[in-house]
């Protein structure tokens, strides 16, 4: 593994499971010092303890929380040199906009990109005064292209975080701070692949538009997050990042 990230001090929020676990692994093995933050107190603890990290529990849709959260950081490492807002929320209640209630719609909206709007406005400050730093929102594939098999809010979710990346990176590009959005199409993540082998018609649905045939790895979304924190992507900002098997790139698929 490179040292891209050597004693970098780096935050990542939903570190306790999926892509942001993947994410806390692989930045550590890069060199970084890496923050966990989870409101599940016991995954992000246990992703900490595994790379010798520290963790500090926060709901990242809590203005309180995420100020405190950053302040937090400055506090006990000196600085913040990478910020990935990944924690964000899929639940079954939000569904086509013909049955999805105001309740499901505003807690997905809270979760995933009221979120990243705390995160950034917390994280920016710090990242100004020391003139570098480098912000990965979580967006989505869905952000860019229409499903059928709607989940409406989570939808509108990731198009607010890819047009809200894109605008702090166009205004804080002379500052030293680069602001990006990762993309991911479907990966395999627990959650996904409880769903799909419960329902395996629902899981063919999907996978027949995946030019790669199969749902990506969180390792290998990981890798994409490493890139856009480290050096190696200096020339980019309020950038969409995709990494998703050729989704969106294709009309028909191989057979
Ligand atoms: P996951 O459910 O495996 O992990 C999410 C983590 O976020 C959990 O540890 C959870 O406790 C934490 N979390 C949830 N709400 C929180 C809150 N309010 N404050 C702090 N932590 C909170 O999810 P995942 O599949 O790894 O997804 C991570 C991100 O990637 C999400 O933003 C998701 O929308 C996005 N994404 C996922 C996929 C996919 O197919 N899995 C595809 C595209 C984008």
Redesign the pocket.
């Known amino acids: 593994m490179r040292d891209r990230l050597r004693d970098r001090v780096t935050v990542v929020?939903?570190?306790?499971?999926?892509?942001?676990l993947a994410t806390v692994r692989r930045f550590a093995a890069e060199g970084a010092r890496v923050v966990c933050?989870?409101?599940?107190a016991e995954?992000?603890r246990r992703a900490a303890a595994e790379v010798d990290g520290d963790f500090v529990a926060?709901?990242?849709?809590d203005d309180t929380a995420v100020r405190e959260l950053f302040d937090t950081v400055v506090e006990r490492h000196g600085r913040v040199d990478v910020s990935f807002h990944?924690?964000?929320?899929?639940p079954p209640e939000d569904d086509s906009i013909l049955t999805t209630g105001l309740d499901a719609w505003e807690r997905v909206l809270r979760?995933?990109t009221t979120?990243v709007y705390l995160c950034c406005k917390h994280v920016i400050p710090h990242m100004r005064r020391q003139g570098r730093g480098s912000i990965i929102n979580?967006a989505?594939?869905v952000a860019l292209m229409g499903a059928a098999t709607s989940q409406i809010a989570?939808t509108a979710s990731?198009g607010g975080v890819l047009a809200m990346t894109r605008e702090l990176g166009v205004q804080f590009a002379r500052e030293g701070i680069r602001v990006n959005a990762l993309c991911?199409?479907?990966?395999a993540?627990?959650?996904?692949t409880e769903l799909f082998a419960a329902d395996p018609e629902r899981a063919a649905r999907r996978l027949v538009h995946v030019p790669m045939g199969r749902?990506g790895e969180?390792a290998e979304i990981a890798a994409a997050v490493a890139f856009l924190a480290s050096d190696d992507s200096s020339f980019m900002t309020a950038a969409q990042f995709v990494v998703d098997g050729g989704i969106t790139g294709a009309y028909v698929t191989p057979v």
Do not use: E, Q, R
Request: net charge negative; aromatic share 8%; hydrophobic share 40%.
């Open positions: 929020t939903g570190a306790g499971s999926g892509i942001g933050v989870d409101i599940d995954a992000g926060a709901d990242v849709a990944n924690a964000g929320i899929s979760v995933n979120s979580t989505s594939f989570y990731k991911p199409g479907p990966v993540t627990p959650l996904l749902f969180p």
